[in-house]
């Protein structure tokens, strides 16, 4: 049986800008529900008044971290909170004269933080990079402020030649002596050990939330979602945990409920999180957001460091794992696909179709597109692609072609009836 | 003067009319790299195995190996400059590829699938007047591919799509050519652990690599052709620093254009006495121009530096725009700080960790704090007054720190400004904004020498 089209019925119940008004849910559990995710969202949108109120209450120190290599446990082995650097939602300003127009919205935010003084509380910037433009942006924050400790490892992208993974160790412990000297202090392997585990276990947690949203038992929005991915990265790993172990055991408690709406599949933005408004404004027609391959997403939890062995190399594995898992283009891999991960992916989902967000100017996603176009073709995939910019997007635009790419699929037939 | 010409009717006039003086020598160039296009085209019939590669200046290695190389980036370039890389950029627009994207990749990329669109349509599905059938009759497809792109990962990826694109049939193998970051308090140019470090990687690598052609190609590799080679390479390269340095009189005999246009040869034409004879041409017409006190631009008064990658569609253009102005383009990152820059690393008996180090020195791999300071050190050397960045829409490998630079250069009281071009694609190039922006930079370099 096909369920009628309900288009009135808002996009999970979702008020716009607000948390889910969970319609699955009892009134007692919403409410619990939607405290857990509020709390968590409100991190998620100030990172570095958290981070500040971290410090306050800990006197630690505070370690920016950018995506998306980069072992967040060795902050955390040295007892300092790794905060992720998001972008932010301010207007590029003094960044306009760091970097060009022409570099994607998340290294513009960057610097403009930088440049904004935003940085202020941050004990030091550690990176392993990713693109060229990261590069750039790390560069001008260098001379931006010449007092901010700022430490590259450059692992190798090409993960395939045996010169790789020596190279990725070397660089560990370069990262490993420099956050000593930075945190002043000594991360022993049981430190790091330890803080492998409790990464491990919040990653698994939030795999069980994301397995929870495929198969239709929960109907958490994406940017309830995002939320709680976005909040991972910077909060501390103790604290995260506490509020997702209680969100796990009432969201377990959920039933699956028949569904007509569209499912769709979110595809791209590999280093930084869409503006969550596109979420809404994409689930606003009528569409769930089952899955994803999104650094806010599944891409951030796929992948535990191994707990067994040495940490040290479990940290260096863990980079070759990720992308064994989850491929990112902006690696080169021989043996590995984006692109048939994503047909996988879709297979095992359900999705009618997929949204590819990719972020303007981001050079690693508009060399591999046109691959993942041709699976699209190959495989009779509907398929929208929308460029997010830093300034945001004509959302009311943009909607029509979301619109149009849902007609199609409802119009091919293709929805799936999920129970 | 004797080389003053008339400006081009077809042209805008700006400032005072008067073309840039060129090197004649460097027309020995142009026939060399036709020489090695053709010889690519007859790579097949001649029963030579072909690699594709991307990045540092490695054909030694295929040369002496006898195998027959296409540099990627040197035929998009070359595309741009001969005004042929419509049809290839359009066949990538075709398949998908966001023209944000870096155009000498989607210029090479394009190329390729119209090869393949021939392989799989036959050479007559095309019209007789399509641009592609002029354009890109001959180019062999890869027997290997090979990646040794320093500072930029598009370069990696670009060869990645290439890989997959033959269907990933085709060996391949990359060099990682890490970034000289500088965060060690040793750092500095070509020195401290980091750069002992990076330079013994990168040569066990080039090592690895020999060992790859000689598994698909079924012979021995050989090491002192390797080291004959070199030696041309060496040779033409101590030439061409030589040149340079004389550039330092007023007025300078040569401009970064004259440089521009005699990269090829340090960069991917065969290591052979061919190397030898141009920069000796070149040298020799230099020392004869500082004999006469005849300069690279017919009236100088100003000497600039370039920053960024050059804007291939416009090489010629550009240098008249300069000298209308009376401002030679006297040297430049892209030209000055690169293609076996430091020739005395080489060991012409065990060539390969100098071989390395030279590749480790591109201009950009450098972090900013250290290649800023090279620039500098350029700057003055030439006695700049000012610094030119392309912001290459394309290519965020070259304009990266382009803010960092110019505030460098205002810093030591020079001017600084920034034109908007792209490698491969005239289409972001503007030049009104550059009239008018070189226009304001030379007013500013005459008050200041006024008030000097
Ligand atoms: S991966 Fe793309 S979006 Fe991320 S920093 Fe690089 S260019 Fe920007
Ligand atoms: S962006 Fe520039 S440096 Fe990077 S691959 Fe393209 S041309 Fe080379």
Known sequence: ?419 | METLVQTDQARPVFGNGLKANKLKATKFGGKLVSEYWESVFRAKEEGKKVVWYNGTYIPPFFHSHDLVWVHGEAWSAMLAARHKEIGAQGRSDQRGYDRELCSYARTHIGQMLIELDKVKSGHHAMAADDPRVETMLKLPAPDMIVNAYPYCSSGQQWDDITYRTFGKKIPMFTIQIPLLWGGRPDAGYMQGEEWEERSRYVAEQLFALTKFLEENTGRKYDYDRLGETMSFVKKAAELRLEAMDMCTVHPSPASFFDWIVSIAPVNFLPGDQNLVTYFEGVKAEIAERVKTGEGAVPKERHRLFFDGMMNWNKVGWLADKFAQVDACVVAGRYTHMSFWQEPQLIDLKDPILGMAQNYLICPNNHGAPIMIGEIEKVCDKFDIDGVVCHASRTCRGMTNAQFQIAGSAKKYGRQAMFFEGDVADESFYKDELLNVRLEAMVEAMDAKKRAA
């Open chain 1, 1 to 419: 049986m096909r369920w009628q089209t309900d288009m009135n019925r808002p996009a999970n119940g979702l008020k716009q800008g607000g948390i889910n008004r969970n319609w699955r849910s009892g009134v007692g559990k919403l409410t619990d529900i939607d405290k857990i995710i509020s709390s968590l969202a409100a991190v998620a949108e100030d990172p570095l008044g958290y981070a500040r109120a971290w410090k306050d209450r800990t006197q630690g120190k505070v370690i920016g971290i950018l995506p998306m290599n980069f072992p967040a446990e060795l902050v955390r082995a040295a007892g300092a909170l790794p905060l992720l650097i998001q972008e932010d939602d301010a207007a590029i300003t003094y960044g306009r004269s760091l970097l060009f127009e022409f570099y994607c919205g998340y290294t513009r935010s960057l610097v403009d933080q930088a440049a904004t003084g935003k940085f202020g509380g941050l004990d030091g910037l550690f990176l392993v990079d990713h693109c060229v433009a990261l590069l750039g942006a790390v560069d001008a924050i260098r001379f931006e402020l010449p007092d901010l400790p700022v430490y590259l490892a450059q692992y190798p992208a090409s993960m395939d030649e045996p010169a790789t993974p020596p190279m990725v160790r070397e660089r560990l412990g370069g990262l490993w002596r420099k956050l000593e000297q930075v945190c002043e202090t000594t991360i022993t392997p049981e430190a790091l050990r330890a803080a492998i585990a409790a990464s491990n276990a919040n990653r698994a947690m939030l795999r069980r939330i994301h397995d929870m949203r495929r198969a239709g038992q929960i109907a958490l929005s994406g940017r309830q979602m995002q939320a709680l991915v976005k909040s991972a990265m910077v909060m501390d790993a103790a604290e995260h945990g506490k509020a997702l172990t209680a969100l796990v055991a009432l969201l377990e408690g959920q039933q699956a409920e028949p569904s007509n709406r569209v499912r769709l599949h979110l595809s791209g933005h590999f280093c930084h999180a869409p503006k969550p408004e596109l979420l809404d404004m994409i689930e606003s027609c009528g569409v769930t957001i089952v899955d994803d391959d999104l650094f806010t997403g599944t891409r951030f939890v796929a992948t535990d460091i191994p707990e067994d062995g040495d940490p040290a190399e479990a940290l260096a594995r863990w980079y070759f794992d990720r992308n064994d898992n989850v491929p990112c283009s902006t690696r080169a891999q021989k043996s590995a696909d984006w692109e048939s991960y994503l047909a996988a992916s879709i297979r095992r989902n359900g999705a009618d179709g997929v949204i590819v967000l990719v972020a303007k100017f981001c050079e690693p996603h508009m060399l591999y597109y046109p691959e993942l176009r041709k699976m699209f073709h190959a495989n009779g995939i509907p398929h929208l692609l929308i460029e997010t910019e830093h300034e945001g997007l004509p959302l009311e635009m943009v909607k029509t072609r979301v619109e149009a790419l849902i007609e199609g699929i409802r119009q091919s037939g293709r929805t799936r009836e999920t129970a």
